[in-house]
């Protein structure tokens, strides 16, 4: 299986289930069968006996990666139709949990429950309401640039400006950012073209938000985590084999330095 939150393939699969029947139906065909006899039953019957044997079966099973363990549940529909005494089976399986997993983003483990839940609200309306999506995407960006780089500007626009400013910045992520305001803007408030019609958030425009975020995400907490797991790591070995620790470098003074 392909954990759909993580994204990453468990091995082994270690799916439980249980099987239930549905029993009006089953007492239904069991009614019919017994007038007409056998499961030869007329074209006339057909409607009523469809879902004839109908099983569901759900199953589940946790991510096998340690750092996710999302419990993933299934349900499987299995329809048997008699033609004759030949049955011909038909099965549909979807998720239960997660929700919404077709837009489910990874979201690194490490990145703050709030903000997880955010943007997976954020992913699970992308559907239904891609206005509504981009415009918690808009939120969830305002807050991160607040909280882990520095900018504490009264709106998004300002925010957004203040980060662009600094060029240590990578230069797709500001130009993402620079169109980004410009789209959230679309979302949050009605505007209209030159003939007069509305224009509103597009599915693809609305995940695309998301995904700029996911970017943040990673640049913003996950890279600077993991690199600094790895500096420590380092400093302790170093510290271990009793030579001289690593001193900081000095402050930049010629170049702009990261929020």
């Known amino acids: 299986m392909k954990c759909p939150t993580c994204l990453q393939n468990t091995v082994p699969d270690r799916w439980t289930g249980f099987v ?16 007409y006899g056998g499961t030869d039953l007329p ?5 009523v006996t469809a879902a004839d044997g109908t099983t569901y079966t759900l199953d589940w099973m946790r991510c096998g990666n340690e ?6 549940i299934r349900i499987h529909k299995a329809t048997v139709r008699f033609r004759g005494s030949a049955p011909i089976v038909n099965t549909e399986s979807w998720l239960v949990l997660p929700r ?7 979201i690194d483990p490490i990145v703050p429950a709030d903000f997880r839940t955010d943007l997976n609200e954020a992913s699970a309306i992308l559907d239904v309401s891609p206005r ?15 909280q882990f780089a520095g900018h504490k500007e009264y709106g998004l626009a300002e925010r957004i400006d203040s980060f662009n400013k600094n060029a240590a910045h990578p230069r797709d ?21 030159d003939q007069g ?22 640049y913003l907490i996950v890279t600077p985590a993991a690199d600094k797991k790895m500096r420590d790591a380092i400093d302790e ?7 001289k620790p690593i001193q900081p470098l000095p402050d930049d003074l010629s170049e702009a330095k990261p929020s």
């Open 173 to 193: 992520l500001r130009e993402n950012l620079h169109r980004f305001r410009e789209v959230a803007n679309l979302g949050a408030h009605s505007t209209a073209s």
């Open 67 to 72: 750092a996710c363990k999302q419990l993933v």
């Open 237 to 243: 070995k170093i510290q271990a084999a009793g030579r």
């Open 20 to 35: 239930t029947e549905d029993p009006d139906i089953r007492a239904e065909a069991g009614r019919l069968r017994a007038i």
């Open 43 to 47: 074209a006339a019957t057909e409607k």
């Open 197 to 218: 019609e509305t224009l509103t958030i597009e599915r693809d425009e609305a995940a695309w938000t998301l995904d700029v975020v996911v970017r943040l995400f990673d």
């Open 100 to 106: 919404f997993a077709s837009t489910t983003r990874f």
């Open 132 to 146: 509504m999506s981009a415009m918690l995407a808009r939120r969830i960006l305002a807050d991160l640039l607040e």
